[in-house]
């Protein structure tokens, strides 16, 4: 299974936002920059999180995005749906009912094995995904980060962390 740049990037993004103090938000422009990709590419996935709960836009010049939902109470799979939508990756097109001399509809009774085993697979990642919450990741960082991780983006957010009057 091949899964987009934009996840890491919205993880990350995502990840970056805990962060923040109450009223504090990041421009897309900004998070791009910290993480040297495309803001455009990077505001897709902003605008996805977004429609999806969690994240929060504030709009105007002092705009920009936090998080909606504390980071306890949002998984990798969250994340990943609202990047990548929640269709499943392998979507079975009942090929083994085409061809020459396909055999009558009546053949296949039960479902495809092969669709069934990919969906079981499926189920395995997403529950995983599911489990690990962003406030996982951040726990696990602190517990590896010698400091200079969380003082680059503390140093970061410093500078480019914007007040906005409207609160969450």
């Given at each position: 299974m091949k899964l987009s740049a934009g996840i890491e990037q919205a993880i990350h993004s995502?990840?970056?936002?805990?962060?923040?103090?109450?009223?504090?938000?990041?421009?897309?422009?900004?998070?791009?920059?910290?993480?040297?990709?495309?803001?455009?590419?990077?505001?897709?996935?902003?605008?996805?999180?977004?429609?999806?709960?969690?994240?929060?836009?504030?709009?105007?010049p002092k705009g920009g995005y936090r998080l909606n939902r504390s980071p306890e109470n949002i998984s990798l799979l969250d994340i990943v749906l609202a990047v990548e939508g929640a269709e499943p990756a392998f979507r079975c097109k009942e090929i083994r009912q085409r061809g020459p001399n396909p055999l009558p509809k009546s053949t296949f009774v039960k479902p495809c094995g092969i669709n069934a085993a990919m969906l079981r697979a499926e189920q395995a990642y997403r529950a995983e995904l599911r489990n690990v919450t962003i406030a996982d990741l951040i726990t696990d960082l602190s517990a590896t980060d010698d400091g200079s991780i969380m003082e680059r983006g503390c140093r970061f957010l410093a500078l480019h962390e914007r007040k906005s009057t409207t609160k969450s």
């Open positions: 995502v990840t970056m936002m805990c962060g923040l103090s109450e009223n504090g938000v990041l421009s897309a422009a900004a998070l791009a920059e910290f993480h040297g990709v495309s803001t455009s590419y990077l505001l897709k996935h902003l605008q996805a999180l977004s429609s999806r709960g969690i994240l929060t836009t504030v709009p105007g």
